[in-house]
């Protein structure tokens, strides 16, 4: 399980994501747009939108303001013209890094991601240059506590899941992204608890921060997050849970 991965199970946790609730409905928000955009209005025929409702629903976005980002993204109701765009660069120690961006101003966002790289002690890089080393797949972290190893593996093997990871305090389930759906109602439906799930990009490979290093990237991370056109930051960096809870306190 990648740092991405447990920083955000972590925040969770910590209930540190209810300081920036707005925020994140402003992201949820651009992100139903886009899907409606792309895809379409349908939410069951649209499995970006899907996805994307649900996730503003466990949030407990109200249904007006679902529906209106979907009129907007298929153009019933007016509203800013977005543009999604993916920068790849490396943090310290080499960590690579995804930032996927949703901005009304390519310029203005640039110059913000760049200026983050910099103060965070990475930097941009071209087009290609780390995207090679992810692959999109649905994660699912489940809690120990109320979860059982057969029980989950039978329902990644029924359900169309990829894998089962042992995570010290927590399981992580690896799902292809159209069995995610599935894969996760299956789960929640077992009893087991749900600590963070998404379809996103998760690296092939991890590069192990300690120290210094790891503040820095985490740090880099927060920056990155905080920007308001950012839309989600992937990474391949891993770290201890104790450091992570330690610098998340």
Same mark, same amino acid.
């Given at each position: 399980?990648?740092?991405?991965?447990?920083? %955000? $199970? /972590?925040? @969770?946790?910590?209930?540190?994501?209810?300081?920036?609730?707005?925020?994140?409905?402003?992201?949820?928000?651009?992100?139903?747009?886009? &899907? %409606? +955009?792309?895809?379409?209005?349908?939410? =069951?025929?649209?499995?970006?939108?899907?996805? %994307?409702?649900?996730?503003?629903? %466990?949030?407990?976005?109200?249904?007006?303001?679902?529906?209106?980002? /979907?009129?907007?993204?298929?153009?019933?109701? =007016?509203?800013?013209? *977005?543009?999604?765009? $993916?920068?790849?660069?490396?943090?310290?120690?080499?960590?690579?890094?995804?930032?996927?961006?949703?901005?009304?101003?390519?310029?203005?966002?640039?110059?913000? /991601?760049?200026?983050?790289?910099? +103060?965070?002690?990475?930097?941009?890089? !071209?087009?290609?240059?780390?995207?090679?080393?992810?692959?999109?797949?649905?994660?699912?972290?489940?809690?120990?506590?109320?979860?059982?190893?057969?029980?989950?593996?039978?329902?990644?093997?029924?359900?169309?899941?990829?894998?089962?990871?042992?995570?010290?305090?927590?399981?992580?389930? $690896?799902?292809?992204?159209?069995?995610?759906? &599935?894969?996760? !109602?299956?789960?929640?439906?077992?009893?087991?608890?749900?600590? @963070?799930?998404?379809?996103?990009?998760?690296?092939?490979? *991890?590069?192990?921060? =300690?120290?210094? &290093?790891?503040?820095?990237?985490?740090?880099?991370?927060?920056?990155?997050?905080?920007?308001?056109?950012?839309?989600?930051?992937?990474?391949?960096?891993?770290?201890?849970?104790?450091?992570?809870? !330690?610098?998340?306190?």
């Amino acid at each position: 399980m990648s740092g991405h991965s447990k920083w %955000a $199970t /972590i925040k @969770h946790k910590k209930g540190a994501l209810d300081a920036k609730r707005g925020k994140i409905f402003t992201r949820l928000i651009k992100e139903i747009t886009m &899907a %409606a +955009k792309s895809g379409g209005g349908d939410v =069951e025929g649209n499995p970006r939108l899907r996805t %994307a409702v649900a996730a503003a629903k %466990a949030e407990n976005m109200p249904a007006d303001n679902i529906k209106r980002a /979907i009129q907007r993204g298929t153009g019933e109701l =007016e509203g800013v013209n *977005y543009e999604e765009i $993916t920068f790849e660069g490396y943090g310290p120690g080499g960590v690579a890094l995804l930032v996927e961006v949703t901005t009304d101003n390519r310029n203005r966002t640039v110059s913000e /991601i760049r200026h983050a790289f910099t +103060k965070g002690g990475g930097n941009m890089g !071209e087009a290609g240059s780390v995207s090679w080393m992810f692959q999109k797949k649905g994660s699912i972290v489940v809690s120990k506590a109320k979860s059982k190893e057969d029980d989950l593996m039978n329902i990644v093997l029924e359900q169309g899941g990829e894998d089962l990871n042992d995570d010290g305090e927590n399981w992580e389930i $690896t799902t292809p992204p159209n069995a995610f759906d &599935a894969v996760l !109602e299956a789960v929640k439906k077992s009893g087991a608890e749900v600590a @963070h799930s998404e379809v996103g990009m998760i690296p092939q490979t *991890y590069v192990k921060l =300690e120290g210094a &290093a790891a503040n820095q990237m985490i740090r880099l991370l927060e920056t990155l997050e905080d920007a308001d056109d950012v839309q989600n930051v992937y990474s391949n960096f891993d770290v201890d849970q104790k450091q992570l809870e !330690e610098v998340a306190g």
